[in-house]
């Protein structure tokens, strides 16, 4: 069936609910689901080609079965036993080669899930307690199908686990603990346990889907990857890969292709190098939590994450975007917090940043603009590289770079003394952002950040001493010092032309 894609330029729809390791006709129909839950509408009008598809099809959402109808497979250590047709065994290896459910149990010591069908077959595979180690190769591997679904049995606890180095039975390059050449969706209510010991721990080379389950994810290199998108509507996902990626999606050869959509669920990445990256990144809800060593999102075409001045130059990416529509954020990143190559948007959810200590990199970073037009924003970082929000944006915020460094609470209260907005950074800080809808023009707002404060007025829908709205660049001086004399600071002008100094109410206690 036809696929309903979020085209850019249009609306967003927003849904509430490598290299190889070295080497020594089934009748459930599927449906899009459309009416599982309240459709609302975000405008934002973008120049990428990138097409989101925020759907999930009825079978992705549903992880049941017939088991009357179902092969049951024994895994026994070194053996396997196949109950029924359309699989057979050879030592311990099992090969599916025809459509239909295949329910596993046991533990398989050193072998492999093999699906080798017709471009035409759907293959369910069922983990209901199993244990799959494979010290050469991949111990699920999804070489031909049109869509395979891997479901975690209702109670299950399951593990995969391969060895430090693959030998390839034909020429993909086989390089992740389960590997689908077709499309792959994981669902059930059970629990997996990945542990990636070679390179990484799941790859789709063509669209993953992850719609239920809990997941304890390790990997040497990247966790999760989808070559042409990564869709999540529900599940609990913790990851840890210290030297890879959390999340990524990329094709080189698509334009159109390479996003990371997100509609529910909880995300853990405690460890890694970038969290979640992708050209297009959209979060409609959710919870995303990310320690990371580099960036916590990265979004961003494949052509420039590879260049070696992290981003690809001065130049704005149009084809890359991070959008956030909702959900609760946390980023805690030693590089950018919010990267995008392209533009950024906030409509909406709840986001709280603890960025980059150094000044080579910022708690908010776009070569594109950086528009917020709803929802609450307190980031956090260094001061060298800050940026505010656009001009364009439609909700007010402000950026206050600090006169030192500090740590503690930030805390951002009216005249009356309601608090704004308040958020605790991991880390020091020296340049605070905030946008809420609370925010009001001409009102004037104490920022407490540690142990300073200041008295802050906003003019305009942009207030800021260091550096407005510019996009454009990952070079250079684009921040200022919050000033020592309490009356003025120099602003950039949206389309970087000309410098202007407006006089505010600045008072800085230290």
Not at 310 to 337: E, F, H, K
Request: charge should be negative; hydrophobic fraction near 30%.
């Amino acid at each position: 069936m036809k696929r309903r894609k979020l085209l850019i330029p249009l609306l967003v729809t927003s849904m509430v609910f490598m290299a190889g390791c070295s080497t020594s006709t089934e009748s459930v129909s599927e449906t899009r689901q459309t009416d599982a839950a309240q459709v609302t509408t975000t405008a934002v009008t973008t120049d990428s080609s990138v097409e989101v598809d925020t759907t999930f099809t009825d079978r992705d959402m549903d992880p049941s079965y017939d088991e009357s109808t179902a092969i049951n497979i024994s895994l026994n250590g070194t053996s396997i036993t196949v109950d029924g047709s359309g699989a057979t065994a050879e030592g311990s290896t099992l090969t599916i080669s025809a459509e239909g459910i295949y329910v596993l149990t046991g533990t398989l010591t050193d072998g492999q899930i093999i699906v080798d069908a017709a471009d035409t077959d759907k293959i369910q595979i069922v983990l209901n307690g199993v244990e799959i180690n494979s010290s050469s190769f991949a111990p699920i591997y999804v070489a031909n199908a049109n869509k395979a679904f891997i479901t975690l049995a209702d109670g299950s606890e399951n593990t995969l686990s391969d060895g430090t180095s693959y030998t390839q039975i034909d020429d993909s390059s086989v390089d992740g603990v389960i590997y689908s050449k077709a499309d792959l969706t994981l669902n059930g209510s059970g629990s997996l346990t990945i542990n990636g010991n070679c390179k990484n721990a799941i790859v789709a080379k063509d669209d993953l889907v992850i719609t239920g389950g809990n997941y304890q994810i390790n990997a040497v290199n990247n966790a999760i990857s989808g070559d042409n998108s990564i869709r999540i509507a529900d599940g609990n996902i913790t990851i840890s890969t210290p030297n890879g990626k959390g999340f990524t999606s990329q094709n080189e050869d698509d334009t159109t292709k390479g996003y990371f959509y997100m509609a529910g669920g909880t995300i853990n990445v405690t460890s890694t190098v970038e969290g979640i990256e992708a050209v297009a990144i959209v979060i409609d809800d959710g919870t995303v939590n990310i320690v990371s060593s580099d960036d916590g999102f990265n979004a961003a075409s494949p052509s420039t994450t590879t260049s070696s001045d992290q981003g690809g130059g001065m130049a704005a990416d149009s084809n890359a975007y991070l959008l956030i529509n909702g959900g609760t954020i946390n980023v805690n990143a030693s590089g950018d917090g919010l990267d995008s190559n392209g533009s950024l948007y906030i409509t909406g959810g709840t986001v709280y940043v603890s960025g980059p200590t150094d000044s080579g990199n910022a708690a908010m970073d776009y070569n594109g603009t950086a528009d917020v037009s709803g929802g609450t924003v307190v980031i956090a970082g260094s001061s060298g590289m800050a940026q505010s929000f656009s001009e364009s944006s439609t909700q007010h915020s402000l950026l206050y770079n600090l006169d030192s460094s500090t740590t503690g609470q930030i805390e951002l209260t009216d005249a009356s003394g309601n608090v704004i907005a308040s958020f605790t950074p991991d880390k020091t800080y020296q340049s605070v952002i905030i946008s809420t809808s609370d925010l009001a023009d001409s009102e004037t707002y104490t920022l407490t950040a540690g142990s300073q404060s200041a008295q802050i007025t906003l003019s305009g829908i942009v207030t800021s001493n260091g550096q407005t709205g510019m996009g454009g660049g990952k070079g250079g001086d684009r921040g200022t010092q919050a000033p020592t004399d309490g009356t003025s600071h120099t602003t950039l002008n949206t389309d970087n032309s000309s410098t202007s100094t407006e006089t505010e109410s600045y008072q800085l206690e230290v």
